[in-house]
């Protein structure tokens, strides 16, 4: 399995991107739990949002609820990630996967919150 994330950038705080996670292997998203993570320097990785396989379950890190929304297109083989009223404390770079599984980390989108 590999994942290559994009869609990062500048944003004001306050500010929304949705970041985008592209899935290839002999499988699609919707068969595992996938999650988004991120990262700062000298931090570990977080785990920031995921979505169960079956019942399309989303769960999310105490600090974005309400704000970050995780979801998946079957069809194409992407995750997505919709960050809304992104604040300082949200920049990092963002990462997707599936969860529980010793897949390769993808390079990563970085997301910079700034005025």
């Known amino acids: 399995a590999q994942f290559t994330e994009s869609g990062g950038g500048l944003v004001q705080p306050g500010g929304s991107l949705t970041l985008s996670c592209r899935a290839s292997?002999?499988?699609?998203?919707?068969?595992?739990?996938m999650a988004w993570y991120r990262q700062t320097p000298g931090k570990e990785r977080e785990l920031v949002a995921g979505m169960t396989t079956n019942n399309h379950k989303s769960y999310y890190l105490e600090s974005v609820k309400g704000r970050f929304t995780i979801s998946r297109d079957t069809i194409v083989n992407i995750m997505y990630l919709r960050m809304d009223f992104l604040k300082p404390a949200d920049p990092a770079v963002y990462f997707c996967k599936r969860k529980n599984f010793a897949d390769s980390w993808g390079p990563g989108t970085q997301v910079t919150v700034s005025l």
């Open positions: 292997g002999q499988f699609t998203v919707n068969e595992y739990t």
